[in-house]
Nanobody, 125 residues
Framework: QVQLVESGGGSVQASGSLRLSCAAS????????MGWFRQAPGKKREAVAR???????WYADSVKGRFTISKDNGKRTLYLQMDSLKPEDTGVYYC???????????????????WGQGTQVTVSS
């Protein structure tokens, strides 16, 4: 079965850094379009970074220059390096994936079939 497991969340002060990981199993990892989404209290889930099967990346304007999405096909793991964190970055971060030929930012979307359980990121001022 397909499984995505996020890790690396935690509490950090503003300007700090965190690195999130999403370990995948049950999928042909290199053929998936994957991304990181976050949901803050009282807000809808939003995409923050995407990486398609061709290796192209996409970032939300709010995180450009601060976040970096990458993956290791050998380890079947997707990463999100978060630097210069701000309180506005607080939320639950989810890893999503979809087997599709589309390119970012068209994938993945909130309708992606596979999701991790989420990992909490809290940034204090």
């Amino acid at each position: 079965q397909v499984q995505l497991v996020e890790s690396g969340g935690g509490s950090v002060q503003a300007s700090g850094s965190l690195r999130l990981s999403c370990a995948a199993s049950g999928i042909t990892f290199s053929e998936y379009c994957m991304g990181w989404f976050r949901q803050a209290p009282g807000k809808k889930r939003e995409a923050v970074a995407r990486l398609d099967r061709y290796g192209t990346t996409w970032y939300a304007d709010s995180v450009k220059g601060r976040f970096t999405i990458s993956k290791d096909n050998g380890k079947r793991t997707l990463y999100l390096q978060m630097d210069s964190l701000k309180p506005e970055d607080t939320g639950v971060y989810y890893c999503g994936a979809v087997w599709i030929w589309a390119r970012v930012p068209d994938c993945p979307s909130t309708t992606a079939p596979y999701w991790g359980q989420g990992t909490q990121v809290t940034v204090s001022s």
